[in-house]
C-alpha cells in the first residue's frame, strides 16, 4: 500500500541556503561544490573506474577481478573474485600502525566514567571472543544472535564474527522476548551473546532473565554467551550458558582471521516492513565495509585524530555502520555511548563530548527535539569547543529544530550533516559534504558519490526537473546494498524491485527542490517511525489481535512533537472480551510491549463498534490517519467505503 500523496503537508517552502563554513572548507577534504560535482560526475559516468580507485582503501587477501555487476536489479553483486577479513580491516591493521592509539572509548551510562580500549586490547580481546566462538563449534556462514546492552563486549563479539565468517545478528536490547526468539529462529542461530543485566539512564534491564524466556524450549540455541555488566547474579543453565569473561580467559589471543569472498553476508539486521514480519536485511562483506568506511571518511570529513561520537545504539544500522564498521576501518576513534541524553539531565552529551574530546557528533532528530524542549542552559554546560561536525539521522528534522542545532549547540560554526538511508541502504546516499555542501535546514541535500536518486510518480513515471515531488528511488546499485532477505529473496525483490521495475524503491517520499535539493517528507507506507524507529503497522496490530479480546486492530500515525509520529491503534473487541472499558488501553499497550518491546507501545488503543473498510474487506487505514490527525474535514475519497455511518460514529467517538 503506498499512501500517496501523503496526509500530512510537505516540507515548507524552501528556506534560503546556508554557506559553508570558509574556515572549515579550507582544510576539508572536498573543498567545494565544483570538486564535489566534478567527483560525483566522475562517480556516475565511470562508476567501473571510481569504485576500483575506492576499493584500494581496504586490506585484500587477494584483490577482486571485476568492480560490479549491476545488470539484473536485486542480483548486483560488486567485487567477485576479492577475498578480505572486516576485523583484519577495522583491527589488524590499525593494530600494526598504531597499537596504543585509543579504538573504542567507552562511556558509561553512569557519568564521567569511560574506558578506553586500545587498538592493540581490540585486537587481542576480538581474537579471545574468536576463539571462543570456534572452540564451541561456529564455523564460517554460520548465524550467531548479539542481544547486548552498548559495553565494548558487544563490538567484540561483532568483530569476532566477522573474524571466522559468522554472520551476527545484533537485536536491540528494548525488543522483549518474543521478538527475540523470532529473530533467533528465522535466522537460526546457533549462539547467542547477551550481559546479566543493562543499565541504560536509571534503569536495570534485565537481559539474561529476558533472554532465558526467548529460549525456553527452544533447542536451537546450543550456547548462551553471557557478559558481566553488573553484579548481579543470574541463573546460568548447564551445558549452554557461561560467562563470557571465563570463557575469553581460556582462550588464546590469537585468532586466523577467514578469508572471506566480497560477497559472503557480513550480518543479518532485522527491520520493520510494511507487511508480514520482520525482514532480516543481509549485507555483504567488500562492498558494505567500502561504502561505510567511504561516507564516513567524507561525509563527516574524518580525519586519523577524530574521536567520533555517535550516540546511536548497535541494536541499529547507524550502530553497525557509524560506531562500528565505518569508523574502526578508518582507524577512527569511535564511542560506545550507554546512556540516554536526558540522564542524568538534558547536558549528558554535551558533557560527555567535552571529557571524550568528540570531534564528530551523531544523533537523531528526537533526541534534539526532546534536548531543545529542556532550553539552552543545559547545552551551555558542554563547551563543545572540540565537535567539528554534527550529524542527524533517521527522521525528517524540522527546520527549526536543525536551527537550534546549528546556532546553539553548534553556535554556528560546525556544519550539519542532515543524513538519509536506510537499514538496506547499508550506508548514507543522501547528505551534504560539511566543506562543500551550501546548507538548507531540513533537507538531507545532495546524493553521495555514485548514487543516483530519481522521483517517480505513483504509476511509476520518472519526474524529471526541480520543484517537484513523488516517491524517491535509486536508480542502478551502489556497493553497500542489501543483497536479500535472509531466508525470502523472491521477498526482497518483491519489496524493493517491483513496484517500480529496474528502480529501488525505497518506500519514502521526496521533493526535490528548484535548487535539486532533496527533502524527504516520510514514509509512503504501512510503516511507523517512532523515534527514529522503524515499525511496521502490520507487526502490531498482529500483537494485538493475539490477544483473545480483540478481533480486528488498525493502527495508524499521527505527528507527535518529540518522537516524530506515535502509535494509535484501533480495535474492535470480540462478543466475549470481557474487558471493562477502562481496561482496554492499558491491557492492550501491554500486550503489544510484550509482543516487540516498549519502543512499539501505542500512545493510545481505542475500542470502536467497527473498522472502516472497502467493500473488498480491506481496512482503509487512511480514513483512521485522517481522523485521528484532527483532518476529518479532508477524508478524501469515500466512495469505496462499505458503510459510510463507520465514519460517523468514529467522529462521535473521539469528540
Ligand atoms: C527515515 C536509519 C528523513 C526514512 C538509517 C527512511 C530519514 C527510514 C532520514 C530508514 C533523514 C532516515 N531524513 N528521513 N535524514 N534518515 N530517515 O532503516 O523514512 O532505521 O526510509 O535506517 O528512516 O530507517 P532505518
Known amino acids: 500500500m503506498v499512501w500517496w500523496p501523503p496526509a500530512f503537508p510537505l516540507m515548507p517552502e524552501t528556506s534560503k541556503m546556508i554557506p559553508t563554513k570558509k574556515d572549515f572548507s579550507a582544510k576539508a577534504r572536498i573543498r567545494d561544490m565544483d570538486e564535489y560535482k566534478a567527483l560525483y560526475q566522475r562517480s556516475v559516468e565511470t562508476p567501473e573506474a571510481f569504485w576500483k580507485e575506492q576499493a584500494q582503501s581496504l586490506t585484500w587477501m587477494h584483490p577482486p577481478d571485476a568492480v560490479c555487476d549491476t545488470s539484473v536489479p536485486g542480483e548486483h553483486n560488486w567485487f567477485s573474485g576479492g577475498r578480505l577479513n572486516v576485523a583484519v580491516n577495522c583491527v589488524d591493521r590499525h593494530a600494526a600502525a598504531t597499537p596504543d592509539k585509543t579504538a573504542i572509548i567507552w562511556a558509561k551510562n553512569e557519568p564521567g566514567e569511560y574506558e578506553n580500549i586500545t587498538f592493540a586490547e581490540l585486537k587481542r580481546n576480538v581474537g579471545r571472543v574468536a576463539n571462543v566462538l570456534r572452540s564451541l563449534g561456529v564455523r564460517k556462514g554460520d548465524r550467531v544472535c548479539i542481544y547486548m546492552p552498548m559495553i565494548p563486549e558487544a563490538a567484540y563479539a561483532m568483530l569476532a564474527c566477522a573474524r571466522i565468517g559468522a554472520i551476527h545478528s545484533v537485536v536491540f536490547a528494548g525488543f522483549s522476548a518474543e521478538a527475540l526468539r523470532d529473530r533467533i529462529v528465522d ?347 522503524r515499525i511496521g503497522t502490520a507487526e502490531i496490530e498482529s500483537a494485538l489481535v493475539s490477544h483473545d479480546a480483540v478481533a480486528e486492530a488498525a493502527v495508524v500515525p499521527k505527528p507527535h512533537d518529540i518522537k516524530g509520529q506515535g502509535i494509535h491503534a484501533f480495535v474492535v473487541l470480540t462478543e466475549s472480551s470481557d474487558l471493562g472499558a477502562d481496561e482496554v488501553s492499558g491491557t492492550l499497550k501491554q500486550q503489544v510491549r510484550h509482543a516487540i518491546g516498549a519502543i512499539a507501545t501505542p500512545e493510545e488503543v481505542i475500542a470502536v463498534d467497527a473498522l472502516p473498510k472497502t467493500r473488498s474487506g480491506k481496512i482503509m487505514r487512511r480514513v483512521l490517519r485522517k481522523i485521528i490527525a484532527g483532518e476529518a474535514h479532508q477524508l478524501g475519497d469515500l466512495s469505496t467505503l462499505a458503510d459510510p455511518t463507520v465514519v460517523d460514529q468514529l467522529l462521535e467517538k473521539l469528540k
Open 187 to 533: 535466522a537460526e542461530a546457533k549462539v547467542l551473546f547477551t550481559a546479566n543485566e543493562g543499565l541504560r539512564g536509571g534503569k536495570k534491564i534485565e537481559l539474561k532473565r529476558i533472554v532465558d524466556d526467548a529460549l525456553d524450549g527452544m533447542t536451537m540455541v546450543e550456547s548462551v554467551l553471557v557478559a558481566r555488566r553488573t553484579d548481579a547474579d543470574v541463573p546460568m543453565k548447564g551445558g549452554r550458558d557461561q560467562w563470557l569473561d571465563e570463557a575469553m580467559a581460556q582462550q588464546r589471543a590469537a585468532c586466523p582471521a577467514e578469508w572471506m569472498a566480497s560477497e559472503d553476508p557480513l550480518f543479518i539486521l532485522y527491520t520493520s516492513g510494511s507487511t508480514g514480519k520482520p525482514k532480516g536485511l543481509v549485507h555483504s562483506t567488500a562492498g558494505y565495509l567500502l561504502y561505510t568506511s567511504l561516507t564516513h571518511r567524507y561525509i563527516f570529513d574524518a580525519r586519523e585524530d577524530d574521536v567520533h561520537f555517535c550516540a546511536a545504539d548497535v541494536g541499529w544500522i547507524t550502530g553497525h555502520s557509524y560506531i562500528v564498521y565505518g569508523p574502526l576501518c578508518n582507524g577512527v576513534t569511535t564511542v560506545l555511548f550507554e546512556s540516554t541524553p536526558l540522564y542524568p539531565d538534558a547536558s549528558r552529551y554535551w558533557k560527555t563530548a567535552d571529557d571524550i574530546g568528540a570531534t564528530l557528533f551523531y544523533t537523531s532528530p528526537t533526541a534534539l527535539r526532546a534536548l531543545m524542549r529542556e532550553g539552552d542552559e543545559p547545552v551551555k554546560q558542554g563547551k563543545r569547543e572540540s565537535i567539528r561536525v554534527l550529524g542527524t539521522v533517521g527522521e525528517p528534522i524540522n527546520p527549526e529544530v536543525w536551527r537550534w542545532y546549528h546556532d546553539v549547540v553548534g553556535e554556528e560554526r560546525c556544519p550539519i550533516v542532515d543524513t538519509w538511508w536506510q537499514t538496506e541502504t547499508g550506508g548514507i546516499l543522501i547528505s551534504p559534504l560539511p566543506g562543500a555542501t551550501p546548507l538548507k535546514p531540513g533537507s538531507a541535500t545532495l546524493p553521495f558519490f555514485g548514487i543516483k536518486p530519481l522521483l517517480v510518480d505513483a504509476n511509476g513515471n520518472r519526474i524529471e526537473g526541480n520543484d517537484v515531488s513523488g516517491l524517491l528511488c535509486i536508480e542502478g546499485s551502489w556497493p553497500s546494498q542489501a543483497r536479500t532477505i535472509w531466508g525470502d529473496h523472491q521477498r526482497f525483490l518483491n519489496t524493493y524491485f517491483t513496484a517500480f521495475p529496474g528502480l529501488y524503491f525505497t518506500g519514502d517520499g521526496c521533493r526535490r527542490d528548484e535548487d535539486g535539493y532533496y527533502w524527504i517528507t516520510g514514509r509512503v507506507d504501512d510503516v511507523i517511525n517512532v523515534s527514529g524507529h
